[in-house]
């Protein structure tokens, strides 16, 4: 019996916990409007966030080309290692033309698995009558009449 009541008690509490959510309509406001000058400041800050994430996401790629680079650069160090200690030889010759050009395939290879390079956003534009130190834009100042 304890079972059959305790379910029962949990969909009655929920049900009548949803009843007055549902029973409230919802008005949309009005749609608030910014002037251009709000508009343009808030697309900024926008603006600036993307810039930070493209910047870490391009030093990030930067970082794995170094070591994609390193790597190709000690793939060619153990290749004329190996080149010196066997000897000048021709078979020697090829076997360090093979190496040079495995660790030139493996480093075209892990360059071409790397992400593309997001594009980097560009900066909203300026609303007219936004100037160059501020959002208030400076009129002619009035001049004094002279007096005779």
Do not use: C, W
């Not at 749609?31 to 508009?39: N, R, Y």
């Not at 966030?49 to 000690?74: D, H, M, S």
């Amino acid at each position: 019996m304890r079972h059959l009541i305790s379910p029962l008690l949990l969909s009655l509490t929920l049900s009548i916990s949803a009843l007055p959510a549902t029973a409230v309509e919802i008005t949309p406001s009005p749609a608030a409007t910014l002037s251009p000058i709000q508009q343009y400041e808030l697309d900024m800050i926008a603006f600036k966030n993307q810039f930070k994430i493209y910047q870490e996401a391009r030093a990030l790629r930067e970082q794995e080309l170094r070591e994609i680079g390193a790597t190709f650069i000690q793939a060619l160090k153990q290749a004329s290692k190996e080149f010196k200690s066997a000897g000048r030889g021709a078979s020697s010759r090829a076997n360090f033309a093979a190496a040079i050009a495995l660790a030139a395939a493996n480093r075209d290879k892990a360059v071409a698995e790397l992400e593309p390079l997001m594009n980097p956003p560009q900066p909203p534009a300026k609303p007219s009558g936004y100037g160059m130190k501020g959002n208030k834009q400076r009129g002619p100042s009035p001049k004094a009449e002279k007096k005779n």
